[in-house]
T-cell receptor, first 114, second 116 residues
Framework: KAGVTQTPRYLIKTRGQQVTLSCSPI?????VSWYQQTPGQGLQFLFE???????NKGNFPGRFSGRQFSNSRSEMNVSTLELGDSALYLC?????????????FGPGTRLTVL | AQSVTQLDSQVPVFEEAPVELRCNYS??????LFWYVQYPNQGLQLLLK??????LVESINGFEAEFNKSQTSFHLRKPSVHISDTAEYFC??????????????FGQGTILTVHP
C-alpha cells in the first residue's frame, strides 16, 4: 500500500506570494492533518480534515487555510507569505473513526520564503 | 490544553550504550502518548504508543517506554543503541475522547547521536 505523498517536495517563494501544498493520504484513510515544523517552534498542529470538513484547528492566522476533497486528498494554502512561514509542512493521514487510529506521516514539503 | 516537555534537546551516546530520552506532559484530561522518530529529510514514523492497559510498551526495534501517570512522564529507553538509531525523537500526546483524533501536541524533540 502506498504511503502518504506530498507534492511538491521543495518550494521557493517570495514574500507576499501565495502557495498551495498537496497531500494524498493512504488509500482508505479519511482523516488528514497538517503540521508545521520549524527549528524555533517545533512541530505545530495546523488543522485536521475529515470527510471534507475541518474538524480541528490550531492557532494559526487566517492566512493558513485548507480543504479536503471527496477522495480525501487535501490541500493547504498560505496567502501573503511571510519569511516566518519558511518551514517543513507535514501531512498525516489516518483511518479515523477510532481513537487508537495511528497517524501516518508523509515526507513533507519544504517551503522557503525569500 | 496539553503540553509536552522533552527535557534534553541533544543526547550523545556511544554505540551499544543504554539511552533514555525523557518526556513529561501536562494535561487536565486523559491523553494518549506517542513517540515518533524522524530521520534526516524524512517525515515522522511512529515508534510506539500508549493508549491503555500495560504501562510498559515496546517497539519492534528494541525501544520501550513506560507511562507513569503520577509523574506524568513517558520516557523512552533502549538498553543498547546502534549507529542507525541516530535521529530526532519526538514525544507527543493526543487528548483521549472527544474528536481530537488528528491533533497531536509534540515536544520540541531530542536529537539522539550515536557515536562509534
Amino acid at each position: 500500500k502506498a504511503g502518504v505523498t506530498q507534492t511538491p517536495r521543495y518550494l521557493i517563494k517570495t514574500r507576499g506570494q501565495q502557495v498551495t501544498l498537496s497531500c494524498s493520504p493512504i488509500s482508505g484513510h479519511r482523516s488528514v492533518s497538517w503540521y508545521q515544523q520549524t527549528p524555533g517552534q517545533g512541530l505545530q498542529f495546523l488543522f485536521e480534515y475529515f470527510s471534507e470538513t475541518q474538524r480541528n484547528k490550531g492557532n494559526f492566522p487566517g492566512r493558513f487555510s485548507g480543504r479536503q476533497f471527496s477522495n480525501s486528498r487535501s490541500e493547504m494554502n498560505v496567502s501573503t507569505l511571510e519569511l516566518g512561514d519558511s518551514a517543513l509542512y507535514l501531512c498525516a493521514s489516518s483511518l479515523a473513526g477510532r481513537e487508537d487510529n495511528e497517524q501516518f506521516f508523509g515526507p513533507g514539503t519544504r517551503l522557503t520564503v525569500l | 490544553a496539553q503540553s509536552v516537555t522533552q527535557l534534553d534537546s541533544q543526547v550523545p551516546v556511544f554505540e551499544e550504550a543504554p539511552v533514555e530520552l525523557r518526556c513529561n506532559y501536562s494535561s487536565s484530561v486523559s491523553v494518549y502518548l506517542f513517540w515518533y522518530v524522524q530521520y534526516p529529510n524524512q517525515g515522522l514514523q511512529l515508534l510506539l504508543k500508549y493508549l491503555s492497559g500495560s504501562t510498559l510498551v515496546e517497539s519492534i526495534n528494541g525501544f520501550e517506554a513506560e507511562f507513569n501517570k503520577s509523574q506524568t512522564s513517558f520516557h523512552l529507553r533502549k538498553p543498547s543503541v546502534h549507529i542507525s538509531d541516530t535521529a530526532e525523537y519526538f514525544c507527543a500526546v493526543r487528548r483521549a475522547g472527544g474528536t481530537s483524533y488528528g491533533k497531536l501536541t509534540f515536544g520540541q524533540g531530542t536529537i539522539l547521536t550515536v557515536h562509534p
